[in-house]
């Protein structure tokens, strides 16, 4: 299994900013995944990130919008930038450690005012 | 275009009786499930899961049983516990082209009247 911790834990920010989250894993890992989970829906992911290379983001979500880094095998950051109320959701940051398994961290709980 | 469904967002089962959770998907190319449970404040847990070569995977109190004609699987609690009041997320992986991904139904929240 894989430890993940996330901070912040949970923020309200006001329309126009930017917030970074950061994804703390207890073991190297390969991929590391953002998912977005607005209220009533169901985890969608935003994007994957490699160690070493740019992230690879899904339909409907760009780079400019949330920017990712990933400086080494156990830490990720993803950003929400310009920030709109459409943003609140929780932000989750998950891995896999081996092939068909794959754990999450707490979320950050982002409100948007 | 939802690709894994949870019709029911809620479900109510009186403790000590069976909870089943159904899960629908589209995409005939998934061939691993898994099913993630979800309290809040939480990240969600991973359950238990099934390959599509099987139709059945059974973990104590947790059966999952899937029918690929159908492209139906559900969730079995038996019986079910106060502690298993969460949501429970039906999720199917698939891999293209050297991409994984975990594609997630919109979740049931199971509540266990005592």
């Known amino acids: 299994s894989a430890v993940i911790s996330q901070k912040p834990s949970r923020d309200i920010c006001q329309r126009g900013t930017s917030l970074t989250i950061q994804c703390q894993v207890d073991s190297q890992v390969t991929m590391m995944f953002w998912y977005r989970q607005q209220p009533g829906q169901s985890l969608t992911l935003i994007a994957t990130?490699?160690?070493?290379?740019?992230?690879?983001?899904e339909s409907g979500f760009v780079i400019d919008k949330f920017p990712i880094s990933r400086p080494n095998l156990t830490f990720s950051t993803l950003t929400v930038s310009n920030m709109s109320p459409e943003d609140s959701s929780i932000y989750l940051c998950?891995?896999?450690?081996?092939?068909?398994?794959?754990?999450f961290g707490p979320g950050t709980r982002l409100t948007v005012l | 275009d939802q690709q894994v469904k949870q019709n029911s967002p809620s479900l109510s089962v009186q403790e000590g009786r069976i909870s089943i959770l159904n899960c629908d998907y589209t995409?005939?190319?998934?061939?691993?499930f898994l099913w993630y449970k979800k309290y809040p404040a939480e990240g969600p847990t991973f359950l238990i899961s099934?390959?599509?070569?099987?139709d059945k995977n059974e973990d104590g109190r947790f059966t999952v049983f899937l029918n690929k004609s159908a492209k139906h699987l559900s969730l079995h609690i038996v019986p079910s516990q106060p502690g298993d009041s969460a949501v429970y997320f039906c999720?199917?992986?698939?891999?293209?082209?050297?991409?994984?991904?975990?594609?997630f139904g919109q979740g049931t929240r199971l509540t266990i009247n005592p």
């Open positions: 099934i390959s599509s070569i099987k």
């Open positions: 998950s891995v896999n450690p081996t092939l068909n398994e794959q754990f």
């Open positions: 995409n005939s190319m998934f061939d691993y």
């Open positions: 990130a490699n160690q070493g290379s740019e992230a690879t983001y």
């Open positions: 999720a199917a992986f698939s891999e293209y082209q050297g991409a994984q991904k975990l594609v």
